[in-house]
Nanobody
Framework: QVQLVESGGGLVQAGGSLRLSCAASGSDFSINPMGWYRQAPGKQRDLVARITGGGLSNYADSVKGRFTISRVNTKNIVYLEMKNLNLEDTAVYYC?????????WGKGTLVTVSS
């Protein structure tokens, strides 16, 4: 059974940093695309960053230069390093993975940025 578990969210002041982690279990996902989405209150869920099994990544324009996605394939873990956080980054962050023609999602981790 595929399972994604996020961690690392919390409360941080504007300008601060956080690192989110997502651990995948249930199989070997080293070749599968993984990513992070976020959903702010009252808004739709939007892509933050994606990474292929080979390490190619892309980012939403709003986080370019501030966020970095990475993965450790031997451990089935994907990270999201977030720097210079601002109030607009407040959201629930979800890990996602594309595996066998399906999108899998974690339950999310809340990031709250305060002024």
């Amino acid at each position: 059974q595929v399972q994604l578990v996020e961690s690392g969210g919390g409360l941080v002041q504007a300008g601060g940093s956080l690192r989110l982690s997502c651990a995948a279990s249930g199989s070997d996902f080293s070749i599968n695309p993984m990513g992070w989405y976020r959903q702010a209150p009252g808004k739709q869920r939007d892509l933050v960053a994606r990474i292929t099994g080979g390490g190619l990544s892309n980012y939403a324009d709003s986080v370019k230069g501030r966020f970095t996605i990475s993965r450790v394939n031997t451990k089935n873990i994907v990270y999201l390093e977030m720097k210079n956080l601002n109030l607009e980054d407040t959201a629930v962050y979800y890990c996602t993975m594309y595996y066998r023609d399906m999108d899998y999602w974690g339950k999310g981790t809340l990031v709250t940025v305060s002024s």
